[in-house]
Structures are given as structure tokens and as C-alpha cells.
């Protein structure tokens, strides 16, 4: 599901304007390239039937948006939520019931890192959190 999603997002070019190929699984190489976005699962909860598990799946994911810019991370955070927010369908081989982002506090998170070599531009993080309901 989550390389469906990457493959998915490095084929968009409102993505990709900003980023380039710089979309990431679960963490940035080092030395890291910004604007970039990582991918991470926070948890996932199979379905049951009264036979035991079923097929349908539900992820909650988080979404990373790294820049050297507020208004690049963004953007590209927006860009993001734009073309996965309310999706159904078919990526790669993950037939989506529904990608949502949560309704509730929490579900978008702004940081700001400040700079290791104590100059003045840090990185900005924006992290945002999707329920991915789908079959395997």
C-alpha cells in the first residue's frame, strides 16, 4: 500500500514540480535533499469476519512535507492533501475504499528544526496524518 502510494505521488506533477523525486519511504538518505516527503505507517487494524480476518484493512499514515521554506513545506503538505484527501480507487495492486484525514486535533502538526551549524535557516516539517482503508 505505501509503495503504491509513493508510485502514485511520483507520478503527480503538482507533487513533483516541488519535489522532484525526492519521496521518501519511512526516512530521508542523508545527506538529505529538501523540499522532500517521507511516508511512514503509524498503525493498521485488519478486518474480521465471524471466519476470522478479512481482506479490508485500515492504516492510519503520516505524511512528512520537509523544506527549507514554510511556504514551500506548505504548499507541498497542500498539494498533497489535495489529490489523496477523499481518494477511492485503484493505485498500483491497493484497491482504496477511502483515503481521509482525521477529523480531529492533531491530524496536521508545523515544526520547525533549527539549524545544526547555528545559521539562520532551519527546516520546517509539516506532518500529516491520513486513515487509508483498503484491501490487501
Known amino acids: 500500500m505505501l509503495t503504491d502510494l509513493q508510485n502514485f505521488l511520483t507520478n503527480q506533477t503538482t507533487v513533483t514540480d516541488i ?6 519511504l519511512f526516512h530521508l538518505p542523508s545527506p538529505a535533499i529538501y523540499p522532500a516527503v517521507t ?8 478486518g474480521h469476519n465471524l471466519d476470522g480476518r478479512d481482506s479490508y484493512v485500515k492504516s492510519r499514515i503520516q505524511v512528512d512535507s520537509w523544506s527549507n521554506s ?3 513545506a506548505t504548499a ?8 489523496i484527501d477523499g481518494f477511492t480507487g485503484v493505485m498500483g495492486s491497493t484497491t482504496f475504499g ?4 482525521p477529523d480531529e486535533d492533531g491530524a496536521e502538526n ?3 528544526e533549527q539549524p545544526a551549524d547555528g545559521g539562520n535557516f532551519g527546516l ?9 482503508f483498503y484491501f490487501e
Open 19 to 24: 519535489v522532484g523525486s525526492q519521496i521518501w
Open 39 to 46: 511516508l511512514h505507517v503509524i498503525s493498521t487494524t485488519q
Open 70 to 72: 514554510y511556504a514551500q
Open 76 to 83: 507541498l503538505a497542500d498539494a498533497i492533501g489535495d489529490l
Open 98 to 101: 477511502a483515503i481521509l484525514s
Open 110 to 112: 508545523h515544526f520547525y
Open 124 to 132: 520546517y516539517h509539516i506532518a500529516s496524518d491520513y486513515f487509508c
